[in-house]
């Protein structure tokens, strides 16, 4: 963290809102996420707000049981932190069967900054079971309209959904919300809580990433770090069936066995 950002930490609460500066804005992509846009023309935090403050109740599911099967490989990354160090799970492929192909469409939209790990955990799902899961990703159809359509495309295919964008706000969510309306289908809402260090880090070791590149990893998640609203306790209990903050490693590992086994 810069001198600047822990300087704002210390202030009180009457500092004026956070900006972004014209060399920050001027030095990301020129074709940014429509998310990371949006956050810059909607900054409305307080300086003195931490960036990385947490909550790690959950008013939605419990955490799905770890499971003895889970095969995991022993490398540590010593520049990560030590929580969410390890690899993600290993699932092979699940066949359809009668068991598995009974589900009713439901969505799960993820909430994180970028390389928080949400395209990791939405491919184990698609990877294991292609016919039951689709991931909507904005970084690759471009823009909001294009999602929505994917989404409704899916869901007419009677798959579950995954809405794999930061969704750093009430206002972004409300869309995905008003389509599950729509639709009639239930929301589970997944929060990655990983720290904003680790996701640059992530970020700048992606290589030929659609919208973030390496040199402007820092910025662009510094941008939506500074956005970043996690759903209020109303939004949690009003708009999920259920709500879930994953704090480490092994927390994501059960929420994709989780899903693998939910029917609806």
């Given at each position: 963290m810069s001198s600047e950002e822990g300087s704002h930490q210390q202030e009180g609460s009457n500092d004026p809102p956070a900006t972004i500066t014209n060399d920050e804005a001027a030095a990301v992509d020129p074709n940014p996420l429509m998310e990371v846009q949006a956050a810059m023309e909607s900054m409305q935090l307080s300086s003195s707000r931490k960036e990385d403050d947490v909550t790690d109740e959950n008013d939605g599911w419990e955490a799905a049981p770890t499971k003895n099967s889970k095969k995991r490989r022993n490398k540590r990354n010593q520049n990560s932190s030590p929580q969410w160090s390890s690899p993600p799970i290993m699932v092979e492929p699940i066949p359809p069967t009668p068991q598995t192909t009974n589900f009713s469409p439901f969505m799960i939209l993820l909430i994180g900054l970028p390389g928080s790990g949400k395209s990791t955990f939405s491919n184990l799902l698609v990877e294991a079971m292609p016919y039951k899961f689709a991931r909507i990703n904005q970084d690759q159809l471009g823009t909001r309209q294009k999602c929505i359509k994917a989404a409704?495309?899916?869901?007419?295919?009677?798959k579950c959904i995954i809405l794999d964008r930061c969704n750093f706000d009430s206002a972004q969510r409300s869309t995905w919300f008003d389509l599950a309306k729509k639709r009639k289908i239930p929301v589970y809402g997944l929060a990655l809580q990983v720290p904003k260090l680790l996701c640059i880090q992530r970020c700048q070791g992606r290589g030929?990433?659609?919208t973030v590149a390496a040199k402007d990893a820092a910025k662009v998640?510094?941008?939506?770090?500074?956005?970043?609203?996690?759903?209020?306790?109303?939004?949690?209990?009003?708009?999920?069936?259920?709500?879930?903050?994953?704090?480490?490693?092994?927390?994501?590992?059960d929420a994709v066995i989780h899903f693998l086994n939910q029917s609806g």
């Open positions: 409704n495309e899916a869901l007419d295919d009677n030929n990433h659609e998640v510094n941008i939506v770090a500074r956005g970043f609203q996690l759903p209020s306790k109303e939004e949690q209990q009003g708009k999920f069936r259920s709500y879930l903050t994953l704090l480490n490693s092994s927390m994501l590992d």
